[in-house]
């Protein structure tokens, strides 16, 4: 950070001020934007190093975005492509439970749950085993349906999403055990893969200048993308890399992103 990053209070006033000045306005606000990239950056390449990869140095903002979302999505495909799944009796169990023990309040939940699974997952099953790449558009469209009833402006329909998302979380977790030799390279890309869906978030949002987030920017994305019941993970301070967005706030500022409009 800056010198009025860093010390804050009286010194970032003072720095601020002096931004809007002949001569010495131009070099703070050249620092102030390779700390942004910079923050946007480390981000990135933390998602990044789950996967083995690295951005490239000159790459920065949407560019940015796109090639981890690019990186993250081959190395799923690669792994995937040496693997199998299974419709077993184990599996199908496991999917019926995670309906029965999902709270849904009304018969007409559980059947509006049950045809979703049945359309977006068991009609799509030639036979009892899927090739990876079979396997990857199920599950994309089963989290594509879960998402969206999870963010439904209706409490029933939320409900619905929940149960969708602990049918998805079966299929993950009969995944990586059908296929254990590749379970902690597919816990890592899960990993960047979450990690990704925040950043996007956040670059997608309304002062994201040319896809380059602030601190407060990627803050709120993080409190968005926590889907816990009353965000209560974001509450507690755990949802997914709050501990970075909360410590960029304090050291860099919220209101970051103004440097690239000056």
């Known amino acids: 950070p800056t010198p ?20 010495v306005g131009e070099s703070i606000r050249t620092a102030r934007e390779k700390v942004l990239f ?46 199998g799944f299974n419709l077993d009796f184990k599996t199908t169990s496991g999917i019926l439970n995670a309906l029965d ?25 030639s036979g009892q085993n899927l090739t990876g790449s079979e396997y990857k558009a199920i599950e994309s469209d089963l989290a594509k349906q879960a998402a969206s009833y999870s963010s439904s402006a209706t ?9 969708l998302k602990g049918v998805l979380d079966v299929f993950k977790k009969e995944l990586y055990q059908q296929n254990p030799k590749f379970t902690s390279q597919l816990r890592r890309i899960d990993s960047a893969y979450g990690d990704l869906k925040v950043m996007e978030r956040a670059a997608a949002s309304g002062g994201a200048i040319n ?15 926590d ?4 965000k209560a993970r974001f509450a507690r301070g755990e949802a997914r890399n709050q501990d970075v967005s909360e410590a960029a706030m304090q050291v860099i500022g919220k209101d970051a992103s103004s440097t690239l409009e000056g």
């Open 38 to 83: 910079n923050f946007n950056k480390g981000v990135i390449n933390k998602a990044l190093a789950k996967v083995d990869d690295k951005l490239p140095s000159d790459v920065i903002g949407r560019d940015a975005v796109a090639y981890a979302a690019e990186q993250v999505s081959n190395k799923y495909d690669d792994v995937l492509s040496k693997m």
């Open 101 to 125: 023990t999902a709270p849904l309040s009304s018969a007409a939940q559980r059947e509006q749950a049950s045809t979703i699974l049945n359309n977006t997952v068991l009609s799509r099953f």
């Open 4 to 23: 009025g990053q860093s010390l804050g209070g009286t010194f970032k006033k003072m720095e601020d001020f002096a931004q809007n000045l002949p001569l």
């Open 155 to 163: 409490a029933a329909e939320r409900e619905v999403g929940q149960a």
């Open 211 to 225: 896809g380059v987030f602030s601190p407060s920017q990627y803050s709120a994305a993080v409190r968005q993308s």
């Open 227 to 230: 889907l816990s019941r009353g």
